[in-house]
């Protein structure tokens, strides 16, 4: 496995892959890696030939107040990981590799960028619009790994890479999760024992929620009740968002009719955690209502 | 020649150009071409082994009460004239092909895309972005070669490549005037003969203004005064903006040190054309200030 740090160094590399044929796989992550994106890893090794990991904590992402700064960077642990796991090539550039001035270029998506997490993150997703559009332009992958996790980010950058016509297939991971059903995120690492105990009461909410859609509930306002109310039961839970949306418009639902996105965000002691399912209501349970 | 229309063939062809080892460049174009097109071309069969040129009117670059539906076509004699050129592949797709729904993401320049023609075109740039990224995806060229008459264009174009890391090179090419000076473009065909005489006006204002830079005018109000006099002076022009500004900011010049942009826009009968020149001035010229 080679690290690379600059530009330049991923254009050779990238002229190899592509002299000798090989398919070349990107998962794009900001580090502090957990089994999550090593799952993502794994599917990228399915895919391809060659399977390249960027290790960016990308500062466009984050808002002024946000945790860019604090954000946890381990990178010889990460390599390590990355190694036993076979992967090629990391990408781990500077900053100023990525940026050398501030850039004025701005990705947006028409609203869709200020729905779920964009309300308290107004400027996030133009940031990964910018940094997945810059690492595709750099590694010219075949194909991108992205995690389920961020669906909004899944549902964006899908748009960008068909919109703009990047030659690069998007391939979706399911979340994975701890035993108790809370989804991998670096961010959980900054928990206390009981707010990591607190935290599973996320997913638990998502579910029931779910569990009611399947069972016919087709309101999307009582679907929306069922999430504020599972994630208020937990104290140390502060609310930030719950939604029932169109997976396409991210519109809250009225009536469900066809499939949904189920998203949260909360903030637990330091972190902000999200977690999502998407629910197509099956036609027996549309049927009984 | 081969003719092109579809995002597929331009990837098959693309592959064989690479397995070749042949570095593509790209002259993007709406076609209706005129010589200041076919300058564009020479260049780039100099800094190529492959030329492709791109035939595509633009939707999302007109503003809704703009000459999208008016702008002319003439593919076959436009194919013609590229052949003659030598030129090895055209892109012409539909507007279908490109946009197969209306696109969600945008294309911002942080407010460089207001100034200039921008004011009265807010949202051409942002369509310019986006025609572009998306044929830079579409043809993956080395070089990319552009008109320095559009020189707003020219400057957000090389934000954006540099920026978002696109693998081109982007070269400006000079830009090509009739024998009276007036800049070559398609909008040149709207003209009747009389607008067709006033119009030569514009360059020679845009020079005047330069002349006095070049022999030591450094108040940029001066030289704006200069610009608005010249196109005023002559009533068939009605001016749009007259501007000494910053090559970078765009921002107006108030004591010119550095290089500055001398752009004008107005409109002549059913045209709207536009010119500049970058004036840098002489060392001896400051001095003698």
């Known amino acids: 496995m080679e690290i690379l740090t600059t530009i330049a160094q991923c254009r050779d590399h990238r002229l190899s892959d592509r002299a000798a044929g090989r398919r070349v796989a990107l998962v794009p992550t900001m580090g502090f890696l957990h089994e999550g994106h090593l799952e993502l890893v794994r599917r990228a090794r399915e895919v391809a030939d060659s399977v390249w990991v960027s290790i960016f904590v990308n500062p466009t992402q984050f808002g002024p107040h946000e945790d860019f700064e604090s954000y946890p960077r381990e990178l010889k642990k990460d390599a390590e990981l990355l190694a036993h796991e076979g992967v090629d090539i990391v990408f781990a550039p500077t900053t100023e590799e990525i940026y050398p001035r ?36 750099v590694i010219q992958p075949d194909r991108g790994i992205f995690g389920q996790k961020d669906a909004q980010q899944v549902l964006l950058i899908r748009r960008l890479a068909n919109e703009l016509h990047f030659p690069v297939e998007i391939i979706v991971v399911p979340t994975v999760r701890e035993s108790d059903g809370l989804a991998m995120s670096s961010r959980n690492a900054y928990l206390t024992p009981q707010e990591r105990t607190a935290a ?32 208020r039961s937990e104290e140390l839970l502060e609310l930030q968002y719950a939604e029932c949306v169109d997976v396409e418009t991210l519109e809250r639902t ?36």
């Open 102 to 137: 501030d850039p004025i270029v701005q990705i947006g998506f028409s609203g869709l960028e200020r729905k779920l997490c964009g309300t308290d993150r107004p400027t996030h997703f133009a940031g990964v619009g910018l940094v997945v559009s810059q690492l595709f332009n």
């Open 254 to 289: 009225e009536m469900i009719s066809g499939s949904v996105l189920l998203a949260v965000a909360v903030r637990v002691g330091k972190s902000r955690l999200i977690d999502n399912v998407t629910v197509t209501p099956s036609a027996t349970a549309e049927g009984t209502t």
């Open 200 to 231: 599973s009461t996320i997913y638990a909410t998502v579910c029931k929620a779910r569990d009611a859609i399947e069972a016919g509930e087709v309101c999307g306002e009582a679907v929306r009740r069922i999430l504020i109310t599972g994630i």
